[in-house]
């Protein structure tokens, strides 16, 4: 079974990533969630990210807030894919976070999600896993089937109620 780290820099940012453990465990993955700062923990964020890859996780995503280095520290030291959540919690309503994800030098890439699109972040780890597992190709498709039904449901019922 393929395994994704979810990786929080403060207990604070678990409410903000919910969604993505949700869509993981929707699609069939393992997800593990862990607590690690890249600034009050360094040593830990290294040793972690180092040993990813060996530990079974095939992506991680990382989820953090204010100065959010996490998604971005972790990056540097694996050579797994990476999906930065920015996570809003400061007064600057997650534009911080925002540029500090989406801001790596040349050479250390990291894919960024919405402020706190946490959901779209496992959906991307989905979409990264199938290039190796061929089956969550289908249920993405699905999926995405799924979403354009619900909007014409919705056009429907809308089009029902005010009468056009």
Request: hydrophobic content about 45%; aromatic content about 4%; glycine content about 6%.
């Amino acid at each position: 079974m393929p395994k994704v780290a979810l990786v929080i820099g403060s207990k604070n940012d678990f409410e903000a990533v919910k969604p993505a453990r949700e869509i993981l465990k929707k699609f069939g993955v393992e997800v593990e969630t862990r607590v690690i700062s890249a600034h009050r923990t360094p040593r830990s964020a290294a040793d972690f990210a180092e040993n990813a890859a060996e530990n079974g996780f095939e992506v991680i995503i990382a989820a953090a807030g204010k100065a959010a280095h996490l998604a971005g520290v972790l990056a540097s030291l694996t050579p797994l894919p990476v999906v930065g959540i920015p996570v809003k919690s400061s007064t600057l309503d997650g534009l911080d976070s925002l540029l500090s994800v989406v801001q790596m030098p040349s050479g250390i890439p990291v894919a960024c999600v919405a402020i706190n699109g946490s959901e779209n972040a496992g959906l991307l780890a989905v979409q990264i896993l199938s290039l190796k597992y061929p089956e969550f190709t289908a249920k993405i498709i699905d999926y995405k089937k799924s979403l354009a039904e619900k909007i014409a449901n919705d056009d429907r019922r809308l089009q029902e109620e005010i009468g056009e």
